[in-house]
């Protein structure tokens, strides 16, 4: 219970106490005063009674003593009255029937008055004439007392209303600073910094304030100086300080990741001689200058998503582009050509080559290595033609090639028919128990299997990776609620998903539908989503949160952007890029890893490393505030553990086995 809380709870409880305290004395001196009203009544109405009836008494007139009797039992409460003659040894009684008044039955059974009862004589001198008995009615005596009680509990309700809510306002604008600083605490404690608060009037609270601002202040500037030391550690291991493109380093971790993920796709190579011209003629400051105008023309110049881009050497830079077609590749080299063109114009070169571009398209599996020495060849046999000074190699493919559109009917015949085929692999925290489980999925038609990293390049250059994200998030759901024992399952979300009003809308209403499956179902977008589409992307995110579902992102690092997206979107876990995972007898790369983990752990954010291949690895990634785990060791963990407990259960259950 709240300090608030408690100190209501016993506010009110004194004054309700201190007002029963004061009802129940008032209640006794207003019994005290009727009780004593009533004695005094009945003494002045005996006296009144015997000056009426003592001339009747001696005159011994019969019908004139009834018609007094009668006058004086009428004009009086009494509840009975007896006058006894002496002289002739008669006696006279009246009594009144009991008449309903407006007083609680449980009321006069109190017993709070009992009928009270006086006897007089009646005398001529000193000659007896008559004895007078007269008993009173306790029915008016309780009507007062609840009449007078009602009055006085009225009012005492209404100061206690009155009080109260005085209490309840004085109480709530006096704990205000109070209540700022607790939720100023919680805040804290989630890494959420505000304003200042402002400083309370009373003085003790005043000093907690101080402290507790300047607290914050130091915890705010500590957690950016943080940030920026991941990205600044991210920046020396893989990003060219001249050109603020990845450098070497970076683009053969990412080719690698992409070679274990799809390797379908192209890589370009562009290598101008206007750098080695610029540094040589016109000194270094012009030289670094243009070599960023080179990466801002290349980077506003080439509009294709999920590109990768580096500076590979002084005077190379390269391209990788995933599941992009060979049409579009040729595209890519043109723009490159032509921003060297453009800024060719300005510079002090004489050659009149200025550039060349080798294009590599690449459809099955391969190393880094031997994709690089197929480009330099490329971009030889392009060095060979100054006319038009670009090359294209296309490397043949086990599979067929398939155009756009020939994707797009493949997704919507299986979509139609449910030729989808699912494959979960299992994510374990640091605990070994399992998390979630990532969902793979693949097309297979005709015992032809399409994995997704080889059509969702073209689905999404066709903007209809909605429609594939829809039909695997339905498929999931009902697999869920089917079985009860499945999940978690992550479902990867497409870019241009995250980017349409209408799937979120429609997305939104299978959650509200399913509410049921929230622990059991997480969403991962791409750091991409994130970066290129934040509005649409916030929406998405807002609309998980409102119905308790999660998300996480995945190729988490990829992009050398700021971190500082995770403060504002909040996912409940990352998935670290491969390129940061692998090699980690890398100083330089383990310390970048452990930085940018550190930053999304100190947000309470799951950080988890993908593609986790051998024990040395899982070990080494134990120790650099990496929280979870995913890749073949990770499945043939599972596969072995579940194999093992299927044995088990087999010979204790020998009759199954039989059967089978």
């Known amino acids: 219970m709240t300090l608030y809380r408690q100190l209501i709870t016993w506010i009110l409880a004194i004054i309700i106490l201190f007002t029963l305290a004061v009802t129940a004395i008032h209640f006794s001196v207003l019994h005290s005063q009727i009780q004593q009203q009533r004695i005094n009544n009945i003494n002045r109405d005996l006296l009144n009674a015997e000056l009426a009836l003592q001339s009747q008494l001696s005159a011994v007139n019969s019908q004139a003593l009834e018609q007094v009797i009668d006058q004086l039992f009428t004009n009086h409460s009494w509840q009975s009255l007896s006058l006894y003659l002496h002289q002739t040894d008669k006696t006279f009684k009246r009594e009144r029937v009991a008449v309903d008044v407006a007083t609680p039955e449980w009321f006069i059974k109190l017993g709070l008055f009992q009928q009270h009862t006086e006897t007089r004589s009646i005398n001529h001198g000193l000659e007896p004439l008559g004895r007078l008995t007269i008993t009173t009615n306790t029915a008016q005596a309780y009507q007062q007392l609840w009449q ?3 009055s006085v509990l009225n009012l005492s309700l209404v100061l206690l209303t009155l009080a109260g809510t005085i209490v309840l306002i004085a109480l709530k604008r006096r704990l205000k600073p109070l209540d700022n600083l607790v939720q100023r605490a919680k805040g804290i404690t989630n890494n959420q910094f505000g304003h200042p608060i402002p400083l309370p009037a009373a003085q003790d609270l005043r000093t ?35 050109s603020g493109l990845g450098n070497r380093s970076f683009f053969i971790n990412q080719l690698n990741s992409w070679l274990s993920k799809s390797h379908k796709g192209g890589l370009a190579l562009l290598k101008t001689t206007i750098i080695d011209d610029c540094y040589r003629y016109q000194g270094f400051d ?26 590979l050497s002084y005077d190379e830079f390269a391209l990788l582009a995933p599941n992009i077609s060979a049409e ?28 060349h571009v ?6 099955q599996s391969s190393t880094s290595s031997t994709l690089l020495s197929q480009l330099d060849n490329a971009l030889t046999k392009a060095a060979l033609t100054p ?19 020939q994707w797009k009917s493949l997704l919507l015949e299986a979509i139609d028919n449910d030729y989808f085929t699912y494959h979960y692999q299992p994510v374990v925290n640091d605990n070994n128990g399992i998390y979630q489980h990532e969902v793979f999925t693949a097309i297979k038609k005709r015992g032809e299997v399409y994995t997704a990293s080889q059509f969702l390049g073209a689905i999404e250059d066709l903007g209809v990776g909605s429609l594939f994200d829809r039909h695997v998030v339905a498929q999931l759901i009902n697999r869920l609620n089917a079985d009860h024992q499945l999940g978690p399952l992550a479902i990867n979300i497409t870019n241009s998903s995250a980017n349409d009003p209408a799937f979120i809308r429609w997305l939104s209403q299978a959650m509200e539908r399913n509410q049921a499956l929230s622990s059991r179902l997480f969403f991962e977008l791409s750091e991409s989503s994130f970066v290129r589409h934040p509005d649409s992307t916030g929406l998405l995110c807002s609309a998980i949160r409102f119905y308790k579902f999660r998300f996480g992102v995945d190729n988490y690092g990829r992009h050398f952007k700021s971190l500082d997206y995770l403060t504002e979107f909040r996912p409940d876990y990352v998935k ?4 940061y995972t692998h090699q980690l007898n890398d100083q330089t790369k383990s310390g970048v890893l452990s930085s940018i983990s550190r930053t999304a752990h100190s947000l309470n954010i799951i950080t988890i490393a993908t593609r986790v291949e051998t024990e040395t690895q899982l070990e080494r990634l134990s120790d650099l ?11 043939h963990k599972n596969k072995t553990t579940h194999k093992k407990n299927n044995n088990e259960q087999g010979r204790n259950d020998k009759p199954i086995i039989a059967e089978r």
Do not use: C, W
């Open 625 to 635: 505030f990496v929280s979870g785990f995913q890749g073949f060791i990770i499945e």
């Open 387 to 405: 006319q038009r000074p670009i090359a294209l190699i296309e490397e043949s493919s086990a599979h067929t090639a398939l155009g756009k559109q």
């Open 576 to 579: 670290i890029d491969f390129a």
């Open 286 to 311: 012009a030289g670094d200058q243009l070599v960023k105008h080179i990466a801002t023309g290349l980077n506003e110049g080439i509009i294709y998503s999920d590109i990768t881009l580096a500076r």
């Open 208 to 242: 907690i304030v101080r402290v507790i601002n300047h607290l914050t202040s130091q915890l705010e500037v500590n957690f950016k100086a943080q940030a920026r030391e991941a990205v600044k550690l991210r920046e020396q291991a893989y990003r060219d300080s001249v």
């Open 358 to 363: 080798g294009l590599l398209m690449n459809n």
């Open 328 to 355: 579009k590749l040729r595209i890519v080299g043109e723009t490159m050509l032509s921003v060297i063109d453009e800024l060719a114009t300005t510079s002090s070169s004489d050659d009149p080559q200025t550039a």
């Open 148 to 150: 007078a009680k009602l």
